[in-house]
């Protein structure tokens, strides 16, 4: 059974930084393409960020580019989002999912081809 746990959550003030971390069991970690999403109060999910099952590509929703780096230790079967000059519309749960492809899809950031998710941390950037 795949177990997804995100940690790292928190409240930070506009223009800091925090890093999330995932850890995934249950699977063959180094050959999943993982990614993170988030979800605020009264909104759809939005795809945050994709990164490929060795790391080597990564892909970025259009809110969070330049500001957010997703990377991964496959030693350690751990997922991380850096994340920097945050503002008050990345206040958001995010979540961690596991993909069953190695690669990220078109359809990444709707999801597509994620299949196993985390329980979410709670992300609160105040003005």
């Known amino acids: 059974q795949v177990q997804v746990v995100e940690s790292g959550g928190g409240l930070v003030e506009a223009g800091g930084s925090l890093r999330l971390s995932c850890t995934a069991s249950g699977l063959t970690f180094g050959k999943s393409a993982m990614g993170w999403f988030r979800q605020a109060a009264g909104k759809e999910r939005e795809g945050v960020a994709c990164?490929?099952?060795?790391?080597?590509?990564?892909y970025y929703g259009d809110s969070v580019k330049g500001r957010f780096a997703i990377s991964r230790d496959n030693a350690k079967n751990t997922l991380y989002l850096q994340m920097d000059s945050l503002q008050p519309e990345d206040t958001a749960m995010y979540y961690c999912?596991?993909?069953?492809?190695?690669?990220?899809?078109?359809?990444?950031?709707?999801?597509?081809?994620?299949?196993?998710w985390g329980q979410g941390t709670q992300v609160t950037v105040s003005s």
């Open positions: 990164i490929i099952y060795n790391g080597d590509r990564s």
């Open positions: 999912a596991a993909s069953s492809l190695s690669v990220c899809l078109g359809t990444w950031s709707s999801a597509g081809g994620f299949g196993d």
